[in-house]
């Protein structure tokens, strides 16, 4: 079967640095496609060489099964991660002049853009120029002038950065709607809850490396054998001294435990009734995203990362690094 999308044996070495080491997956038709990873794993590097922004050392993106070629460009809507709007145009302006890049104008482009700006609350601001927008309302102007010539394939690098929650609602339920509409979409992102609500497939890179990847559903079930979801009231610190417990992460009314047999979560129930903890929710064979990243990336690394140390060094990375990533690339 041919997939939509493969990335076979890439390699990028910046000097000395492998920031993708050997990277093959392949996305099949139809699918939302989560790249994963830490900071600094390589998922934008990843997605310059599906785009062809950087040539790969090594390996090759085949797109339904043949070598990918500049009209792999047209058919796609990519967001970049650092993002380039020209500040002095208009709202409106912008978009249709993206448009116009990608070869679509007319009435119908306007309406469709129109469209998108009532649904991102931003209609009343389309004569507004771009300077004057904050950075998430202008993240959502990039957003429509990625996808306002209906691509085929739809490549997001972090897309839901610097959203707020109900923007980053909007911005899932459209990507959810392209879905439908039949379009492949790629993005990158260490939020597991958004990865784990809207993907169909996954890949973790970390290192540079894939280290997990393929349908999501069938992941989720292979790794949560011996995994228990609870949700409690009390105090459940007893249980780390347990022989039961090979591992928990407590998030205080919320814990994952993984037992160190399947026969142990019988025990581990009993052992949370005879300390008289409120059971409100207790999952066997359920396991998250979050755990299986954080089991596979933290294990890896440092002890003491945890995503909301990641999440503090996206902030800082962002403001201190500039990668320049200019508007011919999108
Ligand atoms: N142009 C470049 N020159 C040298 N090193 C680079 C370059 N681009 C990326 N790197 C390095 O390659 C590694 C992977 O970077 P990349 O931006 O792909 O990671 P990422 O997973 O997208 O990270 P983040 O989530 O922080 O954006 C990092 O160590 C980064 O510093």
């Known amino acids: 079967m041919a997939f939509a999308l493969e990335a076979r044996n890439l390699v990028k070495n910046f000097g000395e640095l492998s920031a993708v080491d050997k990277v093959s997956f392949n996305i099949p038709e139809g699918a939302v496609f989560g790249l994963l990873g830490r900071n600094g794993a390589g998922k934008t590097t990843t997605i310059r060489l599906l785009m062809n922004i950087y040539f790969p050392d090594e390996g090759e993106v085949l797109l339904r099964g043949v070598n ?34 990608k070869g679509v104008q007319g009435p119908q482009v306007k309406s469709k853009a129109l469209e998108y700006l009532e649904r991102f609350e931003l209609l ?79 890949a973790i890179i970390h290192e540079g490396k894939i280290i997990e990847q393929g349908d999501l559903s069938e992941l989720k079930r292979s790794y949560s054998q011996k995994n228990i979801s609870l949700v409690y009231e ?74 909301e140390q990641q999440e503090v060094d996206a902030v800082s990375t962002n403001s201190s690094e500039s990668k320049q990533e200019t508007l011919q690339n999108a």
């Open 124 to 202: 009343d601001r389309k004569d507004a120029k771009v300077e004057d927008l904050s950075k998430g309302n202008q993240q959502k102007i990039q957003f429509i002038c990625t996808v306002i010539h209906d691509p085929e394939f739809i490549i997001l690098d972090e897309p839901f950065s610097g959203l707020d929650p109900v923007n980053t609602n909007i911005l899932k339920d459209i990507i959810l709607e392209l879905k439908k509409a039949g379009k492949i979409i790629i993005f990158s992102t260490h939020l597991m809850d958004f990865a784990e609500k809207m993907c169909d497939h996954i």
């Open 234 to 307: 009390g105090d459940i610190k007893f249980l780390e001294s347990q022989s039961c417990v090979e591992k928990m992460e407590d998030f205080g009314r919320f814990t994952g435990i993984q037992v160190k047999e399947k026969e142990d979560v019988q025990t581990l129930l009993r052992l949370l009734v005879e300390n008289n903890i409120t059971v409100k929710r207790f999952d066997a064979n359920d396991i998250s995203l979050h755990e299986i990243f954080i089991n596979l990336t933290a294990d890896r690394s440092s002890p003491s990362s945890t995503i």
């Open 68 to 101: 990918v070629g500049q009209e792999f460009r047209d058919k796609v809507g990519y967001l970049p991660e650092e993002r380039g709007l020209y500040k002095k145009m208009k709202v409106l302006d912008t978009i249709l002049f993206f448009a116009e890049l």
